[in-house]
């Protein structure tokens, strides 16, 4: 089974949103195995997030992540991290498939409710960011 690693982002967590966004998790065989809620500062969501620091909206991305708190959290299950992917439907909600997380949720291509990694290496590395291994069962 894989592992990977979810944020529930600024915006869900403000509107309440944490419980309805686990049951998709677990509704698509998902199991969250490791999860807490945490305040980034901007220079952290800015480390989380550097593969994007040339990008235009680099500022606007590491200011609404570091707006509130955030839910991180490990999913795992068969082919977890396309799965995971799968469930929180495309990054701009206008064109998130009906059912999926964004569809439901999402606020704009910016807040859009939830981070999923993209990839096994990044999926190691974004773990690892949040949680040290006495925090994973
Ligand atoms: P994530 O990495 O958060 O799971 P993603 O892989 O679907 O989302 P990326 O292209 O990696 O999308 O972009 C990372 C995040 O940056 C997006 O989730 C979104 O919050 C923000 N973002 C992406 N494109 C834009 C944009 N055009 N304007 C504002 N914010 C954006
Ligand atoms: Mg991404």
Known sequence: TERTLSIIKPDATKRNLTGKINA?????GLRI???????????QA????????????????TEFMASGPVVVQVLEGEGAIAKNREVMGATN???AA?????AE????????????SDAPETAKEE?????SGLELV
């Open 127 to 131: 773990i690892s960011f949040f949680f």
């Open 33 to 43: 195995v490791a999860q807490k809620r945490i305040q980034l500062t901007q220079d």
């Open 98 to 102: 009906p059912g999926t997380i964004r």
């Open 24 to 28: 998709k998790f677990e509704d698509a």
């Open 105 to 116: 949720f999402a606020e704009s291509v910016g807040e859009n409710s939830v981070h999923g």
């Open 46 to 61: 800015g480390q989380f997030y550097a593969v994007h620091k040339e990008r235009p909206f680099f500022g606007e991305l």
């Open 93 to 95: 909600p206008a064109d």
